[in-house]
């Protein structure tokens, strides 16, 4: 009954690879989200989709291309993996305002380390 | 641009202290906002949320109020427990379209036995 899940846990690869990590949510929400951890564990969002359609793109490089097949699954694609990339991944999913509460549920985490 | 603080950035104390960990914010047009928990190596448990409107929440040990006015929020737990270790982070949702957390660096709780 997990409720926010992600895969996979952990990633390890090599620089100039290309690889996705998936999320998927079994809440019903609209909404969907990625963050990212850095090493100093400052959390912040990358994208968020709202019924598969892109509503926020951080200032986050073009090697990242987050894919919504349906409002239950939002994937992560990273292209070119440089070292920076290094942290730990998140997807969050949430209610569609005005519903209340508007509370975001975050899924495991994947920790992904290029080497 | 919301930027939000925790201080301190990490507190330890004995079992058993009532302890206060505060959060501020510098854009008071807020949605809402809510307390996590992240535990090492594990993803964020939502512990509370406090609409906009509100002035505090609670949840068993835990009371977290929020000043709008202010902006200031702080999350009160009692009766300190070795459990209640972990980081806990306040992130705000602002009163705009834009649907997305803005989250403070934490504070790094450790509770000793």
């Known amino acids: 009954d997990t409720a926010v899940s992600q895969t996979p846990k952990y990633l390890v690869t090599q620089m100039g690879n290309d690889k996705s990590i998936k999320c998927e949510q079994n809440l019903g929400h609209d909404t969907m ?9 400052f959390l912040k969002i990358m994208f968020s989709y709202n019924n598969k359609e ?9 090697r990242f291309s987050p894919k919504s097949p349906d409002k239950a699954h939002l994937n992560l694609h990273i292209n070119s993996l440089e070292l920076g990339d290094s942290a730990v991944y998140f997807c969050a999913s949430s209610p569609t305002r005005p519903y209340i509460p508007y509370e975001q549920y975050f899924g495991p985490g994947t920790r992904l380390t290029v080497t | 641009k919301q930027e939000v603080t925790q201080i301190p950035a990490a ?46 929440q609670t949840s068993g040990r835990l009371n977290a109020s929020l000043d709008k006015s202010s902006g200031r929020s702080t999350l009160y737990i009692a009766a300190s427990q070795p459990g209640d270790s972990a980081t806990y982070l306040c992130a705000l949702d602002m009163d705009t379209g834009r649907r997305a957390l803005t989250f403070g660096s934490g504070t790094r709780l450790q509770v000793q036995p």
């Open chain 2, 11 to 56: 507190l330890s104390v004995p079992e058993g202290e009532n302890l206060v960990l505060n959060c501020s914010f510098t854009d008071s047009a807020i949605y809402n906002l809510q307390w996590f928990r992240q535990d090492p190596g594990k993803g964020l448990t939502s512990l509370l949320l406090i609409q906009s409107s509100q002035r505090e």
């Open chain 1, 54 to 62: 892109l509503i926020i793109n951080e200032t986050v490089p073009n």
């Open chain 1, 33 to 41: 989200y990625w963050y990212k951890q850095d090493s100093k564990k």
